[in-house]
């Protein structure tokens, strides 16, 4: 389901085509996702890369790992670590993970980058984490302050070069008792749905609501990383990480441009274990997020 952030009560602001869902809405200061059945307060998004994974369900946890290839919109791939990231380094330079980079490259922790020079890998670590730049550009480290933020369509489509974004909520999903929770503003349909489920990232003919609380564990903003990339999501105020799957698109440039800030809608799972509760926008609840290889297992780290 395509979203798109609004600013105070919503409506639905349009619609892109995605092969699932609709449009969705997301107020500036909710925590929930509006789908075509409504609209207030939440937002999300997605597009392409690939994984698989199981959920406990219940517990609210899941673990999984990445597989096949799928695709969406985006500007960015969802493979986050540069050609055969699973390489010993067998070659006869040791190039490792970046066995085959003929440019600079993500780490498949998103830590550094680096590329193979003279059967060599030649190594930088990123402080801030590493940002995936659409092909054919290299990647970089991101910097401390944002230089790239814009947000001029329905939805962003361009990670921004510093990592954070202001966290918000929406979706279907298990809370920590297992208890599994609604979304009254949102129809809990991704725009990333079938990649899920050709993935095996959701129980094979799942329904949008089962395939979301079967993941537990997800995002917006796939047109920015890529349909299914793998998200290591942080706060920086209490260090606590979660690995989650981009599996939506959104949220809007409407409410983006109010706080003058990229945002990340993450499934509410998911500001419970970050934040102790869900946020909106106006709570400026900051998030790090950086790409991490499709194959992290989803879920608390």
């Given at each position: 389901m395509n979203r798109v952030l609004c600013v105070g009560p919503c409506i639905v602001a349009c619609a892109v085509a995605c092969g699932v869902g609709g449009a969705h809405n997301s107020g500036v200061d909710g925590g929930g996702g509006g789908g075509p059945e409504g609209?207030?307060?939440?937002?999300?998004?997605?597009?392409?890369?690939?994984?698989?994974?199981?959920?406990?369900?219940?517990?609210g946890s899941s673990s999984g790992s990445s597989s096949g290839s799928s695709s969406g919109s985006g500007s960015s791939s969802g493979s986050s670590?540069?050609?055969?990231?699973?390489?010993?380094?067998?070659?006869?330079?040791?190039?490792?993970?970046?066995?085959?980079?003929?440019?600079?490259?993500?780490?498949?922790?998103?830590?550094?980058?680096?590329?193979?020079?003279?059967?060599m890998a030649d190594v930088?670590?990123?402080?801030?984490?590493?940002?995936?730049?659409?092909?054919?550009?290299?990647?970089?480290?991101?910097?401390?302050?944002?230089?790239?933020?814009s947000c001029t369509g329905s939805y962003g489509t361009i990670p921004v070069n510093d990592g954070n974004y202001y966290i918000t909520s929406f979706g279907c999903y298990v809370d920590s008792s297992g208890t599994v929770q609604t979304d009254p503003d949102d129809n809990c349909i991704p725009s990333c749905l079938s990649q899920a489920l050709a993935a095996g990232l959701c129980p094979a003919g799942s329904s949008g609501p089962a395939c979301e609380e079967a993941i537990n564990w997800y995002t917006a903003d796939g047109a920015r990383f890529g349909c299914l990339a793998r998200l290591r999501v942080t706060n920086p105020?209490?260090?606590?990480?979660?690995?989650?799957?981009?599996?939506?698109?959104g949220p809007g440039c409407s409410g983006e441009n109010t706080v003058s800030h990229a945002v990340l809608d993450s499934s509410g799972r998911i500001d419970d274990y970050l934040f102790g509760g869900e946020e909106g926008a106006s709570d400026k609840a900051l998030v790090h997020v950086v790409q991490v290889d499709d194959s992290t297992p989803l879920g608390p780290l």
């Open positions: 609209g207030s307060s939440g937002s999300s998004g997605s597009s392409g890369s690939s994984g698989s994974s199981t959920s406990s369900g219940s517990s670590s540069g050609g055969d990231a699973g390489s010993s380094g067998g070659d006869a330079g040791g190039c490792g993970e970046f066995t085959g980079d003929t440019q600079l490259t993500c780490s498949g922790d998103g830590n550094s980058l680096g590329d193979c020079v003279g059967g930088t670590a990123c402080p801030n984490g590493c940002l995936h730049e659409p092909s054919p550009q290299a990647s970089i480290c991101m910097g401390t302050t944002v230089t790239n933020f105020a209490n260090g606590k990480s979660v690995i989650a799957v981009a599996l939506d698109f």
